[in-house]
């Protein structure tokens, strides 16, 4: 198809108390039935209607303040690849101090999300208790039967996907499984994390069995969960209930004794879902992934993209405008844009040049009205998966909307998740696992697949191979920030990074060769340079209309040190509880030392 079919959603709601924010009034006001309503027993008296309802359960993943910009923009910075918008002069209580670790309980970027993410799980809760419970899921037509149990199954995997997203940024957190009007008591306490996760890994369980794969008979082509969904988010808690994360009681990094069962999970859940490349395999191309399927509107034809939040051009998703290079759009004389987040020289020159990954992930450059390139210095580069000028069709507003998906998971992490898992299990990597992780490997080297390196064959080794390698394939996709912390790695990327980011300041080793200015040729719709990145820079400006950008000689101490400025370990592994909910709610802690 030359467009992707678009989930426009429903903007439909039966409750509408948020969790956590409910009062007794509340609930005598719900008693009360409005003439317009509509209850429960109409919305799901049909298929269609079901199938709205569970529409509008998707609809709170694609807002401002979830992965539209929030939790797609903001909360997955800093980490060792890119830094979020960068700090002025003073503390600002939002976006700034969230990429800083700077944060307080009244941070102006903590409720939305939260919100929205119960409102979320609120949608699920209804349609879950109620799908199973219509006439038709059990005495409809075999048409009708199989389409109420994939909604059924949708509902159980949106709730864990909201679910996932709260507890990597919280930690133990209030889980209501049922929907607000039924239950006894709205001012729920926190629940242990892994008891959550265990009930979202046996809920996946039998949602994969009532969903269908991607491109079975009947099933049409848009962002929908299917099969390979499912299985891949399940594989991904698996490691995240296998993996390490901040504990309450002792306020350390720590996992579970029984880890391996979980990561035994995701092995075999990522190896189902890799049986199965009729439905889902690496696009050959890595830039295609971004420029000619997310940023075009267009379906991934290889079925990569497994899971992708549905936007629309000009109602939701700043992917593009908040993150990209600036551009311009025909009629208006100014450049639009934010560029707040920035790759982190390091990062940069973390990739081989000859991996194709590079160029993609991160983005040199802001557009001319004429869409020539103008090169900005080193530390100004962006990320640049999601940029505007590989938008088709090119935006023509000031929208700040773009409309671009975003990319929940991939077939390349279906890949690397196996790899990890084989080698936790296995004591070192196997046979299987060295396929994986090469396979997604070669693909970054594509045109030179015979200088990937050896691939590693001890278990130590092939872990870091790994650690890199996903740094690599998903930079700017708000994967890496949640890898470390899982990994318990974090706290020491970062002082790595600021380690290597002074070295690099100071032209030491290994970055001592690099280029203190660039050339590049202006009035070019590709970046053509006058000069090699990993050599000194030349004399003067090569002949023929090359302009000049300062390089390494831009970076200065405040860049180094705006990286995840005030970060402290055991702690700043999760954020703190919003201000409003902890007023509003009072069975909830403030944990972690905020």
């Excluded at 109409?42 to 401002?64: C, D, H, K, Q, R």
């Excluded at 903590?110 to 119960?118: E, R, T, V």
């Excluded at 995240?240 to 002792?250: E, I, T, V």
Aim: net charge neutral; proline share 6%.
């Amino acid at each position: 198809m030359t467009a992707r079919e678009k989930l426009y959603y429903t903007a439909w709601m039966i409750v509408l108390v948020p969790i956590l924010m409910g009062s007794a009034a509340c609930r005598k006001y719900l008693d009360k039935t409005p003439p317009s309503a509509f209850d429960e027993q109409y919305v799901f008296g049909s298929v269609p209607n079901a199938t709205s309802a569970v529409i509008g359960a998707y609809e709170p993943l694609s807002g401002t303040q979830a992965y539209g910009s929030r939790l797609s923009l903001m909360y997955p910075y800093d980490t060792d690849e890119m830094i979020g918008v960068t700090n002025t002069t003073a503390p600002d209580n939002s976006s700034r101090d969230l990429s800083r670790y700077n944060l307080q309980p009244t941070n102006a970027q903590l409720a939305g999300p939260f919100q929205q993410l119960y409102i979320g799980v609120e949608r699920a809760n209804i349609c879950i208790k109620n799908i199973p419970a219509m006439e038709l899921y059990s005495k409809g037509t075999a048409t009708e039967q199989a389409e109420l149990r994939r909604l059924y199954g949708e509902s159980l995997t949106l709730r864990a996907q909201y679910y996932l997203e709260l507890i990597r940024n919280w930690g133990d957190v209030p889980a209501p499984f049922i929907p607000s009007i039924d239950q006894a008591d709205l001012f729920l306490a926190k629940t242990d994390r892994d008891s959550i996760y265990d009930r979202l890994l046996s809920d996946l369980k039998t949602a994969e069995d009532l969903v269908p794969w991607r491109g079975d008979p009947g099933v049409t082509a848009d962002e929908r969960i299917t099969k390979g969904a499912v299985k891949g988010l399940r594989a991904r808690i698996a490691l995240f209930r296998g993996g390490y994360s901040l504990r309450r009681a002792s306020r350390k990094m720590e996992r579970s004794s029984n880890y391996s069962d979980y990561y035994k999970i995701a092995r075999d859940e990522c190896y189902d879902i890799m049986q199965r490349r009729d439905k889902h395999t690496l696009n050959p191309s890595f830039q295609a992934v971004f420029k000619d399927g997310l940023d075009s509107y267009k379906q991934d034809p290889f079925g990569e993209v497994i899971f992708e939040i549905a936007m629309g051009a000009g109602l939701t998703g700043n992917l593009g405008y908040y993150d990209g290079p600036r551009f311009y759009v025909p009629g208006n004389a100014a450049q639009l844009g934010n560029s707040s987040i920035r790759v982190i020289p390091t990062y940069f020159y973390s990739f081989d040049s000859v991996d194709t990954r590079r160029d993609v992930t991160t983005a040199p450059y802001y557009n001319n009205a004429d869409k020539s390139k103008t090169v900005q210095t080193l530390v100004n580069m962006t990320s640049g998966k999601f940029r505007a000028d590989w938008i088709t069709p090119a935006p023509t507003t000031t929208s700040q909307q773009l409309g671009i998906n975003w990319p929940v998971l991939r077939f390349s992490d279906i890949l690397l998740m196996f790899a990890e898992a084989e080698n936790e299990l296995n004591n070192g990597p196997t046979a299987a696992a060295i396929s994986a992780y090469e396979e997604v490997r070669k693909r970054g080297f594509k045109g030179n697949e015979d200088k990937i390196g050896t691939t590693p064959a001890s278990k130590e080794a092939f872990f870091n191979a790994l650690v890199n390698e996903r740094s690599f394939e998903f930079g700017g996709e708000g994967i890496r920030k949640y890898d470390l912390i899982r990994w318990n790695l974090l706290h020491q990327k970062i002082l790595e990074t600021r380690a290597n980011y002074t070295k690099m300041m100071n032209k030491q080793a290994p970055y001592n060769t690099l280029p203190q200015v660039v050339y590049y040729k202006t009035g070019s719709q590709t970046i053509i340079w006058g000069g090699s990145l990993y050599q000194p820079s030349p004399a003067a400006a090569p002949p023929g209309g090359y302009a000049k950008a300062n390089w390494v000689s831009s970076i200065t101490a405040s860049w180094i040190t705006n990286v995840a400025q005030l970060f402290t370990p055991d702690r700043n592994e999760l954020l703190p509880i919003p201000q409003t909910s902890i007023e509003a709610n009072h069975n909830l802690t403030q944990d972690y030392g905020y």
